[in-house]
């Protein structure tokens, strides 16, 4: 995440801000001693699904946390596409504007 934010905040910025954020999702959101019972908007969160795999890997003895698998694999899967853009986007040389010929008058 922080290489998604780094160019949006700085490099310095961008690594606070990529420690800030995980720790409102899964330090506050996800908690399951403030929240029980989590809402949509929590869901919604990229810390959801692998706190709920890692709760029920803790607790019990079955797997039964398919829907939050999916929900951090497609966070996974989003993230790396955007992060690949924005990589992309960030060491791609600049682009030169050439004149072309057809702009160019000739002097008799």
């Known amino acids: ?3 998604l934010l780094a160019p949006v905040f700085g490099r310095v ?7 800030l954020l995980p720790f409102l999702d899964v330090g506050i959101s996800q908690s399951p001693m403030l929240h029980p019972d989590p809402d949509l ?3 919604l969160l990229p810390g959801y699904g692998g706190s709920r795999i890692l709760l029920d890997g803790a607790l019990t003895h079955t797997f039964d946390e398919t829907l939050p698998l999916i929900y951090g694999l497609a966070w996974l899967a989003a993230l790396l596409v955007l992060v690949v853009l924005t990589y ?3 060491i791609a040389p600049a682009h030169t504007i050439h004149a072309s010929t ?7």
């Not at 057809?102 to 008799?108: E, I, L, M, N, P």
């Open 1 to 3: 995440m922080g290489a």
């Open 13 to 19: 910025g961008g690594v606070f801000v990529a420690f």
């Open 41 to 43: 908007g929590t869901k």
């Open 88 to 90: 992309r986007a960030s």
């Open 102 to 108: 057809s702009d160019t008058t000739k002097v008799a």
